[in-house]
């Protein structure tokens, strides 16, 4: 029986998590010498490269002094706190990673509560000790503080510390006395993360994780709490309504490295992988074929935003994107909710329009961009915040933690823009040379925030929020002050145009760009929208006078990112999204149209 240690590595964005894998994968020698690979070799999705975040969590595994060491990579956002919350059921262990400068850190605080709560053991390791302004000590002490505040145990505040680099590719138990490889780390593992408990009797395992394979279909993951499995075995699979269904396993697989080899057997504690299993939900439990036993379900926390989600019905319909009927978009949003278990999807009386439910703007936002890049078409509605009711009958809704580090000298600038969206500002303190904030702010007051306090702070500000409790109504927070500017014909904008209307605000369209009637073309300097005419050619006569003509001088055109657009519209508009196009549009394209709705009562 071999050992085996399960550990996840926890820590928030950008803290560098998934590096770290990389120098375990190098440590442990899986390539060959004359190998070629890139840097974050599990961050392996264009979007998780490109955002440079971990989305998806991955599993890979490594060996060391005979011990087997199956490594859970987590996302470190809380908005996919749903992959967080299910992967940490496989692990016997965390790795909390954390920043020599930035120190623990809202999303930091947000996945120890779950481990904690698991009852696993910490490893902490103070990363970027190279980093200039680092205080490992200090962070050390807060690391424990925060551990005694989320209720650890004697034993989890017992923790090891082991500080190092993981760019650099060393790890040391003191961080003045630099090492040149990441073992004290892979000892640290063996000595104090314990062995997977062994557990005699029938089979039993929660399925935590799924794959696909376009050969066998969906693979279950998860990790054997009780017993062996074998290839070719009965099994129950126990569903979350109470139900049994029988069933045969085909094949085991177990991780090995970055990739999955075929085993006949697989003994108590280890992570495998079966297929041949059909019908299954991220949750339900693999159990003996004669007396199934289900394990309790995961609790997965609620969404706190939700989308209208529709069909893309503009005048430029089906011109970019493949996957565009109703159909293709309630199978694609409801597969999504096998695997994303923070994910709600609920159809409304009309065929073509879905509800989707989420844990915030970025959650939302990765499913639109995987989708777009998938060949659909769609438009999505304002993003809207979930109210509940109180016991007292009270209008409740969800608030966050907000922390923004900022320079010092614009500091006031971002406090003015929280207080706005009824933020409540709690500590203000120095670290190093920025200003460290921390805000008590609803979730409404957060969208559209993240801009502003860039454009305030000229892109210096680093922001991080989580999600605290449901809390009283805090009143009305002013929405986005200037109106929009809508295209009133359709077909290219010609530049003489655009010239003589900058002076009304400023265009998200360049000169050329094709438009259709009632599409949102740019922002406009006042409160109101306005109507403009984007077709008007330049009157020619036959008459020419010498340095009459002057040349066009247009701004260059303000592009928005999908957060930003997702952020930036409001309850009238739709955000128009094809595989290679952004637009935002009124919901009613027909001015006259739009003008009978207004006149409804709400």
Known sequence: MQSIRNIAIIAHVDHGKTTLVDKIIHASKIFRENQEFGDLILDNNDLE???????????????YNGVKINIIDTPGHADFGGEVERVLRMADGVILLVDAFEGPMPQTRFVLSKAIALGLKPIVIVNKVDKENCRPDEVHESVFDLMFNLEATED????????GSSKQGWMSTDWKKPTDNIIPLLDAIIEHIPASKVQEGTPQMQITSLDYSSFVGRIAIGRLERGTLTEGMQISLCKADGTTKKMRIKELQVFEGLGKVKVEKVECGEICAITGIEDFEIGDTVADAENPEALARIAIDEPTMNMLFTINNSPFFGKEGKLVTSRHLRDRLFKETEKNLALKVVTTESEDKFLVFGRGIL??????????????????GQPQVIFKEGENGERLEPVESLVVDVPAEVAGKVIELAT???????????????????????SRGLIGLRSKVLTATFGEA???????AYEPFKGAIPGRINGS??????????PYAIDKLQDRGVFFIDPGEEVYTGMVVGEHNRQNDIEVNLQAAKQLTNMRASGTDSNTKIAPKLNFSLEECMEFIQKDEYLEITPKSLRMRKIWLDPNERKRNEKKPS
């Open 420 to 442: 706005q969206g009824k933020g409540e500002l709690l500590i203000m303190e120095p670290k190093g040379d920025l200003q460290h904030l921390e805000f008590n702010i609803p």
């Open 363 to 380: 959650h939302l936002s990765v499913l639109i961009e995987t989708m777009r890049r998938e060949g659909y078409e769609l438009q999505v």
């Open 156 to 163: 989890q505040l017992d923790f090891p510390c082991i500080y």
């Open 485 to 494: 500017l809508i295209s009133m014909n359709t077909g290219p904008a010609i």
């Open 49 to 63: 490269r490109e955002r440079g975040i971990t989305i998806t969590s991955k599993n890979v595994s490594v060996r």
């Open 462 to 468: 680093i922001m991080a929020h989580r999600f605290i």
